[in-house]
């Protein structure tokens, strides 16, 4: 009897002193507290800063889903996306950006998350022989910013960056242009693609190159005038790079012969 009557003591949860809960109680569990906005933010950022990025995430996204309508909802969601950036998730960085964008497009903090969100396409380019879709978004989004934010404190760095980035474009023209010729022979292809980075991209620093392989192209099919205008014009405007002083040997030579 004795032990028939322990026996329900084995159904039910030790707790505390040797005290018993019942089976119902193990299923009555108290509602968690509810922490205030600021509490949760300030452990987020104390997660950032030990670059513990799932922790501080997670305090954040209590804030936006517990507390969409406090004054730390429209940062904690820009939070969230700057943990996904700092962990190099640019995918879920760029839609964590574009959503606040969308949900805040003037809020004050608006232009560093434009920013940010460029700098996701910006920090993921790739080298000038592979594919630069990335390089023209990051171009749009901080053109973007620029039109959007001119008086950011980002605006100039997004200025830098545009001519970066078109430099990047120009070089991958280049690029395909020589391709072109060392390894297709195929010139015609070669001039649009120098002609294009020339009434493109003016300013940008392969300029004297594309010239040079565009003069030289002329050259090699017989338009000689058109190749001796080029190569002067190198030698007048760009003496002080390797394309120009080319340029001016191209023309020592045609004058000696």
Request: glycine residues 4%; aromatic residues 10%.
């Amino acid at each position: 009897m004795v032990r028939r009557a322990a026996a329900p003591c084995a159904l039910v949860l030790a707790v505390g002193l040797g005290g018993c809960a019942t089976i119902e109680d193990m299923f009555r569990q108290k509602p968690q507290a509810l922490l205030p906005a600021t509490d949760l933010y300030q452990a987020g950022e104390q997660e950032m800063n030990r670059k513990n990025y799932l922790a501080a995430r997670a305090n954040f996204q209590k804030i936006v889903e517990r507390h969409p309508q406090s004054n730390y909802a429209a940062k904690a969601r820009f939070l969230i996306g700057e943990t996904y950036f700092r962990e190099g998730n640019f995918d879920k960085a760029v839609k964590e950006f574009e959503s606040f964008l969308s949900f805040f497009p003037r809020h004050e903090i608006s232009d560093l998350v434009q920013f940010r969100l460029a700098m996701s396409y910006y920090d993921q380019m790739k080298p000038v022989e592979q594919d630069q879709g990335l390089t023209v978004k990051a171009m749009e989004q901080f053109k973007k910013l620029v039109r959007e934010y001119p008086d950011s404190r980002y605006a100039s760095d997004a200025l830098a960056k545009i001519d970066i980035s078109r430099g990047r474009l120009a070089q991958k023209e280049l690029w395909v242009a020589a391709y072109y010729l060392e390894n297709e022979n195929n010139p015609v292809a070669a001039r649009q693609r120098l002609e294009g980075v020339l009434k493109d991209y003016p300013r940008s620093l392969i300029v004297p190159e594309a010239l040079y392989r565009l003069a030289d192209i002329n050259a090699r099919e017989g338009r000689t005038e058109e190749a001796q205008q080029m190569f002067r014009k190198l030698a007048a405007e760009y003496a002080y790079t390797e394309w120009g002083r080319r340029a001016s040997q191209r023309l020592r030579t045609a004058a000696s012969n």
